[in-house]
């Protein structure tokens, strides 16, 4: 059973830091063979994708993430990363990871992917 676990998420003060974590298990071979990806959803707004890395380890990131996020893995701890900077009160969301093996769509769109975790809570104030 696939399980995709995410962490890291608090409350903190605009222009401070997160790291946010997402622990994968129960995947068949290496994580490094998937396409993965971190979205957000605040209330009352649709789930739309963040940042995704994929399997030649290209990453992508939304125009809102750009120079602030950066999202990395370690496959050797089935692990996948994003480190959020220079935070932002609309950083505000429930972040989720998300995983599939192939590719299906554009990376930051939710129809690529097919697992997903709880989601974490990041809460940025001003």
């Known amino acids: 059973q696939i399980q995709l676990v995410e962490s890291g998420g608090g409350s903190v003060q605009a222009g401070g830091s997160l790291r946010l974590s997402c622990v994968a298990s129960?995947?068949?071979?290496?994580?490094?063979?998937?396409?993965m990806g971190w979205f957000r959803q605040a209330p009352g707004k649709e789930r739309e994708g963040v940042a995704a890395?994929?399997?030649?380890?290209?990453?992508t990131y939304a125009d809102s993430a750009k120079g602030r996020f950066t999202i990395s893995r370690d496959s050797a701890q089935s692990t996948l990363y994003l480190q959020m900077n220079s935070l932002k009160p609309e950083d505000t969301a429930m972040y989720y990871c998300?995983?599939?093996?192939?590719?299906?769509?554009?990376?930051?769109?939710?129809?690529?992917?097919?697992?997903w975790g709880q989601g974490t809570q990041v809460t940025v104030s001003s």
């Open positions: 998300a995983a599939f093996r192939y590719r299906r769509d554009g990376p930051l769109s939710r129809t690529t992917y097919r697992d």
């Open positions: 129960g995947f068949p071979d290496s994580i490094s063979r998937y396409y």
């Open positions: 890395i994929d399997n030649s380890i290209t990453t």
